[in-house]
Every structure is written in C-alpha cells, then in structure tokens.
C-alpha cells in the first residue's frame, strides 16, 4: 500500500500526542509547507524502542509516496523522527 507524506504525518500524529510549536516538557511536531515534518517524541512519554515497534508496525506493507520515514539524533530529550522528501538516486 503506497500513502502520501501527509498520510505518514497524520498517521504518526495519532499515534503520539504531539504539540505543533514549541511547548515546554512535550513531544513536538514541526510541519513544513512541502508535507514534510519533524516530530520531537519525548522520551519521558515514549521510549525510542516503543516508537520504533509503533511505526515498524505501522509501515509494514506500507510505503511513503517520494517521501521516507527516519529516525535520527539520540539526544536526552527527545527521539527526532522525521517526514521527509526521497533523495533521488544518482547514476
């Protein structure tokens, strides 16, 4: 099943309470105008091993449209996972 970027963001947006904006002690979420987004998942409300079952889970059998899902920074805070266009291959 292929979804769009903005199905991936509304997707992962149920499935973590996320505040758009700054917000202090909060899993946050910063959308862009192309339907990519960055989602600030706190680590106090999710550990990064639940966040990666949730979307393994959710992303099996699915794909994004020219968009991918990653995850990256380990930080003490929060776990960055990200909404984001494909990089083109090169030849």
């Known amino acids: 099943m ?3 970027r903005r199905e991936a963001i509304d997707a992962i947006k149920g499935m973590f309470e996320t ?7 909060a899993s946050m979420l ?9 989602f600030m998942l706190d ?3 999710y550990e990064r091993y ?7 889970k959710f992303f099996d059998g699915v794909s994004i ?3 991918q899902c990653r995850i990256d920074r380990i ?6 996972v990200y909404i984001e ?3 083109s291959k090169r030849d």
């Open 2 to 4: 292929k979804i769009t």
């Open 19 to 25: 505040n758009t904006g700054e917000a202090d002690n």
């Open 30 to 38: 910063t959308e862009n105008e192309n339907d990519t987004a960055t």
């Open 43 to 45: 680590k106090r409300k």
């Open 50 to 56: 639940e966040i990666i079952d949730k979307l393994s």
């Open 65 to 67: 449209i020219d968009g």
């Open 75 to 80: 930080t003490f805070v929060f776990t960055n």
């Open 85 to 87: 266009e494909r990089p």
